[in-house]
């Protein structure tokens, strides 16, 4: 079994990107500056937007931390967007989810400029992706193309299978897999809630991504032998023995799962940090389009 190493893996990411950064630099070219706008007083969404801003810091480039309070109204909202939209200093920003219920996401997301839609939720990038151009792509797919790209996972007409059908992970991941391309060219079954018998699609799955966010819900009598496994979902689940008073779980039985795997990633330290990388790269790549 081997393991894909999401923390390594990014840090590698990191180290690539501050060497680039560090070359414009010294071109006396304008480094790129992220911008990230949190709405309200969420303890995983300020942990979230806290560690972009210090992955901003780690590779050089400029970081802006626009917070609002909890009472801020679509209205106000909908006039940072713009602003940030209108500020040529700032190459990309996201942001970040989920807001307080009063404010219409979709609204927001619309608004988002598509050149600094660094997360890649706007439909103009959305629909670019699926249409294999040059697109944002939303920063977890993102970094789990790039992990099964780095350690050479064979998906050429394999079997895969996606749990979870979000717009931010599930359907995009699914489009990735099914692309013309390495990785992708794989045959994709997208399974969700409604799915009957679910175990009857993971047990026939070269390769499952499961994201959707049930504690240990894959299970080792779910898999075939072989099996390379993604797990993307991140659960706090209440721990008292846990100074912080919960822990993470993925979505998988990692003990008795990997067991049977040929590949897969742990949580922590798999998917997670290669979502942050994967936004720096996003945001790299605005700066260089902008320019
Ligand atoms: P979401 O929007 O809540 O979607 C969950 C999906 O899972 C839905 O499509 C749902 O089906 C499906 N689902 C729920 N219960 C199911 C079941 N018993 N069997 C089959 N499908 C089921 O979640 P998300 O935003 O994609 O996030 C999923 C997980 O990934 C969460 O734990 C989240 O914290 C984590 N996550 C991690 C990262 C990272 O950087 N590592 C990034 C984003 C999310 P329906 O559509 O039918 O409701």
Do not use: W
């Not at 626009?66 to 967007?81: F, R, Y």
């Not at 103009?124 to 350690?151: C, H, Q, S, V, W």
């Not at 070269?206 to 898999?223: H, N, Q, T, Y």
Request: hydrophobic letters at 40%.
């Amino acid at each position: 079994m081997t393991l894909l190493d999401g923390k390594k893996t990014s840090n590698d990411i990191k180290d690539e990107i501050a060497l680039e950064v560090q070359a414009m630099k010294e071109r006396g070219e304008k480094v790129p500056h992220l911008a990230a706008v949190l709405v309200g007083e969420d303890g995983a969404s300020l942990t979230y937007v806290g560690s972009k801003v210090r992955a901003c810091e780690r590779v050089g480039f400029e970081s802006t931390l626009v917070k609002m309070p909890a009472s801020t109204s679509e209205e106000e909202l909908l006039a940072k967007v713009k602003e940030l939209n209108e500020n040529d200093a700032i190459d990309g920003y996201i942001v970040q989810l989920p807001l307080p219920k009063h404010i219409d996401e979709q609204k927001v997301l619309l608004a988002v400029d598509s050149e600094k839609d660094v997360d890649g939720f706007h439909p103009e990038n959305f629909g670019k992706m699926a249409l294999d151009m040059p697109a944002f792509i939303p920063a977890t797919p993102y970094g789990i193309m790039e992990l099964l790209d780095r350690y050479d996972v064979d998906t050429q007409g394999k079997n895969t299978v996606v749990i979870g059908r979000s717009h931010i992970v599930g359907r995009p991941m699914s489009i990735l897999m099914s692309r013309k391309g390495n990785p992708g060219n794989s045959t994709v079954t997208l399974t969700h809630s409604r799915t009957q018998n679910i175990e009857e699609f993971t047990k026939e799955a070269d390769i499952i991504i499961s994201a959707l966010g049930v504690p240990e819900f894959l299970k080792a009598d779910m898999v075939k032998e072989g099996v390379t496994v993604i797990d993307v979902g991140i659960t706090r689940v209440p721990d008292e023995s846990h100074p912080k008073g919960y822990v993470i779980k993925g979505d998988v039985d990692f003990e008795n799962v990997s067991a049977k795997a040929s590949f897969i990633t742990p949580v922590p330290g798999g998917v997670g940090p290669m979502t942050i990388a994967m936004l720096l790269k996003n945001t790299l790549l605005a700066r260089k389009v902008r320019q």
